[in-house]
């Protein structure tokens, strides 16, 4: 059974006691006995009121600090369900169209082989020229388009891997080949831009067919 703390304070006890004294001291012994009990009583009552503020005082302090510790939990809890999450944190920085470069630059080229919509054959031998007479740079502008394909597991990496091929390896493409050739056919849903080829219960994806192209591509372009 559980027992309030005020019941538990001893001043309680002490109290009814006085009472119970003074009581029993105007039945037995007289009015005069009394009223030095009564006198006796007010002076412990005294004391005892003082017991029971301090009481009192120290339960709202231990309440107060109950409270500051979950108000520090709660603020602890709110911080990590608001901190950033991982893929948002590797999450491309543009999305892309083969509207946004020249006809014949090379992403506009790899763009237009993954457009579902064009039913036209594009010949990427001019676009793998100009990245190469670009050298350095030419790769590192191929490398952010291969990662956006490769978070997005669309099919259409295989044109862009098929590029890389040609190219000088830099910091940049070796980085993100090497992610490319250790990864699975499937991955959570997240960051990338492309449609996926495969996607289902949470997940997007490559065929098997797909993935062991792409495995094949990137080892290639990596030397």
């Given at each position: 059974?559980?027992?309030?703390?005020?019941i538990?304070?001893?001043?309680w006890?002490?109290l009814?006691?006085?009472?119970?004294?003074?009581?029993?001291?105007f039945v037995?012994?007289?009015w005069?006995?009394?009223l030095?009990?009564?006198a006796?009583?007010?002076?412990?009552?005294?004391?005892?009121?003082?017991g029971?503020?301090?009481?009192?005082?120290r339960?709202?302090?231990?309440?107060?600090?109950t409270?500051?510790?979950?108000?520090?939990k709660?603020r602890s809890?709110?911080?990590?369900?608001?901190?950033?999450p991982?893929?948002?944190?590797?999450?491309p920085?543009q999305?892309?169209?083969?509207?946004?470069?020249a006809?014949?630059?090379?992403?506009?080229?790899?763009?237009?082989?993954?457009d579902p919509t064009?039913?036209?054959?594009?010949?990427l031998?001019?676009?793998?020229?100009?990245?190469q007479?670009e050298g350095?740079?030419?790769?590192?502008?191929?490398?952010?388009l291969?990662?956006?394909l490769?978070?997005?597991?669309?099919?259409?990496i295989v044109?862009?891997l098929?590029?890389?091929?040609?190219?000088?390896?830099?910091?940049?493409?070796?980085?993100v080949?090497?992610?490319i050739a250790?990864?699975?056919p499937?991955?959570?849903?997240?960051?990338?831009?492309?449609?996926?080829?495969?996607s289902?219960?949470?997940r997007i994806?490559?065929?098997d067919a797909?993935?062991a192209?792409?495995?094949?591509?990137?080892?290639?372009?990596?030397?």
């Amino acid at each position: 059974m559980q027992i309030s703390e005020e019941i538990r304070n001893p001043a309680w006890w002490w109290l009814a006691a006085m009472l119970g004294g003074v009581i029993y001291v105007f039945v037995t012994l007289g009015w005069l006995w009394g009223l030095g009990s009564i006198a006796v009583a007010v002076i412990a009552s005294l004391v005892m009121a003082w017991g029971v503020e301090e009481f009192e005082v120290r339960r709202l302090a231990k309440d107060s600090a109950t409270v500051a510790y979950f108000e520090y939990k709660a603020r602890s809890a709110s911080t990590v369900a608001t901190a950033t999450p991982r893929s948002a944190a590797v999450a491309p920085a543009q999305t892309w169209s083969a509207s946004e470069f020249a006809p014949d630059d090379a992403l506009g080229l790899i763009l237009q082989c993954i457009d579902p919509t064009n039913i036209r054959a594009v010949d990427l031998a001019p676009g793998i020229a100009q990245l190469q007479r670009e050298g350095p740079r030419g790769t590192d502008r191929l490398a952010p388009l291969l990662r956006d394909l490769y978070l997005s597991r669309s099919p259409g990496i295989v044109y862009a891997l098929n590029v890389a091929t040609h190219l000088e390896r830099t910091a940049a493409l070796i980085d993100v080949l090497s992610r490319i050739a250790a990864s699975g056919p499937t991955t959570p849903s997240s960051a990338g831009t492309f449609p996926p080829e495969i996607s289902g219960d949470g997940r997007i994806g490559w065929t098997d067919a797909t993935h062991a192209r792409v495995i094949e591509l990137s080892r290639r372009a990596l030397g």
